[in-house]
């Protein structure tokens, strides 16, 4: 069963369509992947850390490199994880919501995590016969930028490849982070809480092009919410929001202000996975 949609643009909007007719690049496909509807029993996952409904677990980065898992996790989730945007930005039927999966993918040795994104984005296209186009609208954002007295993140002491270690404990976020770009460090903080994180989003304005080795903790509890509280209701935790974790630690500062935001429209997915494909 499958459902379309179709979106209506304003000829000045700038319109990009995602075609299907090639095949991926066989270095961009996961080496094995299973999908199914998620019942009453949970996604197999790593031994070494529990199941969260609707979050990527595994991949670089983490303990389990070579495999992903997804339990209970909707549609629309699996797109915003594969293109990198939120959940505003992704338009389409309902069942982008309301139907929910159970994935474990084996990842190609070596893989980097936006290799692993390209993948699961090929995954949708095979399975779901995902089709959508990109549009783009002015909208609220918040700009990262470089305090007065410059960046307080050290060069990295090496040229491997990155590497983001995230750790919660009481409410405190960790980012543990090695050879990251500024990029790394907004896709770390920008998508940790998909269920409350607000609309707004982060754009790089630090002109910072190189590596660096950096930790980040704050308040998990302030992220989303500080992006509509005062300054004086912030005051009134004794933790430390993202804001002001980024500023009194990295030497960075968000503040608000207007840019072009990436939209995805939905044309068309399928409700029920398909059988592996090869592609020829």
Same mark, same amino acid.
């Given at each position: 069963m499958s459902l379309c949609t179709g979106a209506i643009l304003l000829a000045c909007c700038p319109v990009v369509l995602w075609a299907q007719a090639q095949a991926p690049d066989p270095a961009l496909v996961f080496e094995a992947a299973s999908l199914r509807p998620s019942g009453s029993a949970p996604v197999d996952s790593d031994p070494n850390a529990a199941v969260s409904a609707g979050r990527r677990l595994g991949g670089p980065g983490t303990s389990s490199p070579g495999r992903i898992f997804y339990s209970r996790t909707p549609l629309r989730r699996l797109i915003m994880d594969a293109y990198q945007v939120q959940s505003e930005q992704v338009s389409g039927p309902e069942l982008l919501d309301s139907e929910k999966f159970d994935i474990t993918a084996n990842v190609r040795k070596g893989a980097t995590k936006d290799q692993v994104?390209?993948?699961?984005?090929?995954? !949708?296209?095979?399975r779901?016969?995902?089709t959508l186009h990109k549009s783009t609208k002015e909208g609220l954002v918040y700009e990262l930028t470089v305090v007065k007295g410059g960046s307080r993140m050290k060069a990295a002491a090496s040229s491997e490849r990155p590497e983001i270690r995230m750790a919660r404990n009481n409410g405190l976020q960790r980012r543990t982070c090695r050879a990251c770009s500024i990029a790394d460090l907004i896709r770390s903080v920008e998508g940790f809480d998909p269920q409350r994180l607000a609309p707004e989003r982060i754009v790089d304005r630090t002109g910072l092009t190189g590596r660096y080795d950096f930790t980040l903790e704050f308040e998990s509890s302030l992220t989303s919410r500080s992006l509509k509280l005062s300054a004086l209701q912030t005051q009134a935790h004794?933790?430390?929001d993202i804001f002001t974790a980024l500023e009194k630690q990295l030497g960075l500062r968000l503040k608000?202000?207007?840019?072009?935001?990436? !939209?995805?429209?939905?044309?068309?997915?399928?409700r029920t996975p398909g059988r592996k494909l090869r592609w020829s």
């Open positions: 994104d390209l993948m699961l984005q090929n995954l !949708l296209k095979e779901f016969k995902l004794s933790g430390e608000q202000g207007s840019g072009p935001v990436e !939209l995805l429209i939905v044309d068309h997915i399928e």
